[in-house]
């Protein structure tokens, strides 16, 4: 697929994981972005991204995101983390971002980054890793999800006020 600079940038700073919301941040982009060239970019990537399955899509994604290296000039704050990431070598979790709504709200008391190892997990699809951010009964049911083997947790992190105390530090992540 050719795709302009513009649209190799805007795609290096998607926050999504899957096809749908990847699709969902760039018509946000359409709809909110300040500047017209970014709205034009945006609705031009929107246009080639949808007619692409959804594996071809992310995998796209996740290639320019890894591959690509942004020319030398200013930059926005999107273009300097997802340069941090890249650098970095982090992989991208699917569920819930770091800074996600979620985290903020006042009955979530855990943050839980996991595996999930099985295609009868109720959380996430086989061989993803994920964050998300949960409620006591949320919590619940990922311990069970893990006791039944579907999901192993590799890190847990106990939530107050959108401030994470992790039980201890992962070096495996």
Same mark, same amino acid.
């Given at each position: /697929?050719?795709? #302009? &600079? ?14 749908? !919301? =990847?699709?969902? &941040?760039?018509? /946000? ?8 060239? #970014?709205?034009?970019?945006? &609705?031009?990537?929107?246009? %080639? ?8 899509? @992310?995998?796209? $994604? ?10 030398? *000039?200013?930059? #926005?704050? *999107? ?7 890249? !650098? ?13 709504? &979620? ?9 839980? $980054? ?7 997990? @109720? /959380? *996430?699809?086989? *061989? ?6 949960? #409620? ?14 579907? =999901?192993? =947790?590799?890190?847990?992190? %106990? $939530? /107050? ?13």
């Amino acid at each position: /697929m050719n795709l #302009t &600079e513009n649209e190799k940038r805007m795609i290096y700073q998607v926050e999504s994981t899957g096809q749908t !919301a =990847i699709l969902n &941040e760039l018509a /946000m982009t359409c709809r909110y972005a300040p500047k017209k060239e #970014t709205r034009n970019t945006a &609705e031009s990537l929107l246009q %080639k991204l949808r007619s692409l399955p959804d594996n071809e899509c @992310t995998d796209l $994604v996740r290639d320019i995101q890894k591959n690509y290296r942004l020319p030398p *000039g200013p930059k #926005t704050i *999107g273009e300097l983390l997802a340069e941090a990431r890249q !650098a970095s070598g982090a992989e991208k979790l699917s569920g819930h971002d770091i800074m996600a709504l &979620e985290r903020f709200e006042p009955d979530t008391r855990h943050m839980a $980054v996991f595996d999930v190892l099985s295609g009868e997990a @109720t /959380m *996430g699809d086989k *061989g993803e890793r994920m964050r998300l951010f949960l #409620t006591e009964q949320g919590y619940r049911k990922c311990l069970e999800q893990q006791d039944k083997g579907h =999901i192993r =947790i590799r890190n847990h992190a %106990k $939530v /107050m006020g959108g401030n994470l105390r992790y039980d201890h530090k992962d070096h495996d992540l």
